[in-house]
Structure formats: structure tokens, C-alpha cells
């Protein structure tokens, strides 16, 4: 029958990762507290720097839009000259 590759491959993984469980167990990796630690304090941004924030994210997003129109207007014209001259 088939698919028991498939189910020996899965109980060998299986094994394996038993086989990893005890080291990650050892070094004791996922133990810690943060009790002791100090939060920044990062400053309040103004109304005039987010707007600013805002308007470089707009400009941004328009010079990538145009970018991506340009490349798009460039290959639907390489494949409609390919398309004339090679298969017609």
C-alpha cells in the first residue's frame, strides 16, 4: 500500500524532535522575568510632524505607483511588439 514513506518520514520526525525537547529543557532558554526592566520613554509626536510623516508616505506611495505604471505600460508594450513581429 502506499504512504508509508510518508508515515515513516513523519515518525522519524517525531523522534527527532523528542530527541531535541530535553536540550531546549537544559538551556532553559524560555526562563526569564522581566520585572526588572525599564521601558523607554520615547517623546509625543507633534500634529505638525505627523503631518509631515504623512505627506513623505503619500509622496512616497505616488512615486512607487508611477514607477510601477511606467514598468507596466513598458512590458505590455515589449510584449505586444513581440507578439506583432514574431508570431504574426
Do not use: C, W
Not at 520615547?42 to 503619500?58: D, G, R, V
Amino acid at each position: 500500500m502506499g504512504g508509508e514513506g510518508a508515515m515513516a518520514a513523519a515518525n522519524a520526525s517525531l523522534k527527532n524532535n523528542r530527541g531535541q525537547m530535553s536540550k531546549r529543557k537544559d538551556r532553559k532558554a524560555l526562563e526569564g522575568s522581566y520585572a526588572h526592566i525599564e521601558l523607554k520613554d520615547f517623546p509625543k509626536a507633534t500634529e505638525a510632524q505627523l503631518h509631515a510623516i504623512k505627506e513623505k508616505i503619500n509622496k512616497e506611495n505616488r512615486q512607487a505607483r508611477v514607477k510601477h505604471i511606467i514598468m507596466f505600460v513598458i512590458m505590455a508594450l515589449a510584449l505586444v511588439l513581440f507578439l506583432r513581429f514574431v508570431v504574426f
